[in-house]
């Protein structure tokens, strides 16, 4: 009995001391990064890595107001690009489209606007009507579209997002996290980079032709990153409702280095807009970005046994990238191929591997691929090879 006791005391005092620990380094990662972010929610990103640099609450599903509507721009740069809608379609705006309060972009029922101005709408004064008659006219209802929007969340690994409308207004349901809005921000910026042509725009105006004759619209931004940020500011979405309070996907570059910085339930507007900077700031002066181009680039040539050609280029699987902290050493990399390889090879056989260090620490590797299909050698073979070689 006295020995379970001591036992039990034991092992209270070592729970604690571990608990007390963990609490320590949480606490030591909080100050290291010197970062105080109000906002509830929060993630910096680097987007052709998915390295994320810092994070705060990441995963807690908050409502995302208009910050949705990146998922609604998403679907229609898809939508262009596989040929079910055009830039130039003229599209007719539903009642139920025009109804929509909140930010708009000032449509009303039955205009006629091509699917260019409602991207604008959308992408610049946050139009609700906008992304709603946008919504209907790839989907052919808001409902089939919010379908599409949660089959592409659940492709893209958003587990914490589930889509209940297209425009983000509140909704019993209608929820995403900061790294959600990350990993859909990426997926926007990285496949259709043309959004920034859209993102950048500060003021548009947008002309309505109305019964009594044509009217214009002033579109101005919400993202004020373009006014307090412009050096680096690319974009992305704001949004902001009573419930949500204020939210921001924001992008920017500086020296090759792109960024994507979330946060959600900001406590004002110009809190959003001052701590996605300060998280620029900390990634810039942090974080450096090492690209090596090597897809399809030949990096080594293996010798081939039984072949109708006696080696193999090998090329580059992909592109590499990875992103390092500013005082890591410079990139090194090591080839590794086989002595020989035996035919039959097919194009895109994997020969070997190129190896990324920063001093001794392992950043990445990339496979070396065959770059073209080399068939085996049959009997026939050798005996025109010594025919050609004796006739010569």
Sequence with gaps: MKNRKIFCYILSLTLFMVSTFNLNVYAEGEKTSGLEITA????????????????????????????????????????????????????????????????????????????????????????????????????????????????????????????????????????????????????????????????????????????????????VSTNKLLKWYPEYTTGLKTGSTSLAKYCLSGTANKDGLDLIAVVMAAPDHKKRFREVMKLFDYGFANCKKYSDPIKDKVLANVPVNKGVLESVDCVGAKDFTCILSKDEKEVTNEINVAEFIEAPIKKGDKIGEIIYKSGEKEVGRVDLIAANDICKAYFKFYINKILKMFFH
């Design 40 to 219: 509830k929610s929060a993630i910096l990103m680097e987007p052709t890595t998915g390295k994320i640099l810092y994070e705060k609450n990441s995963h807690e599903k908050l409502r995302p107001a208009s910050i949705t509507k990146i998922m609604t721009l998403l679907l229609m740069y898809e939508a262009i690009e596989n040929g079910k809608i055009n830039w130039d379609d003229k599209v007719q705006v539903s009642e139920h489209a025009s109804s929509f309060g909140g930010s708009t972009a000032f449509l009303e029922t039955n205009e006629i606007q091509p699917v260019d101005i409602l991207a604008k709408g959308i992408a610049i004064a946050s139009g609700n009507d906008a992304a709603v008659a946008m919504a209907e006219h790839i989907a052919g209802s808001e409902e089939e579209f919010v379908n599409m929007m949660n089959n592409k969340a659940k492709e893209l690994g958003m587990k914490d997002t589930h889509f209940v409308n297209a425009c983000g207004l509140d909704a019993d349901g209608h929820l995403t996290s900061a790294y959600d809005v990350a990993i859909m921000s990426k997926e926007l910026i990285t496949k259709y980079p043309e959004i920034y042509e859209l993102t950048k725009i500060w003021m548009y105006d947008l002309k309505h032709q109305r019964k009594k004759g044509e009217e214009i619209s002033q579109l």
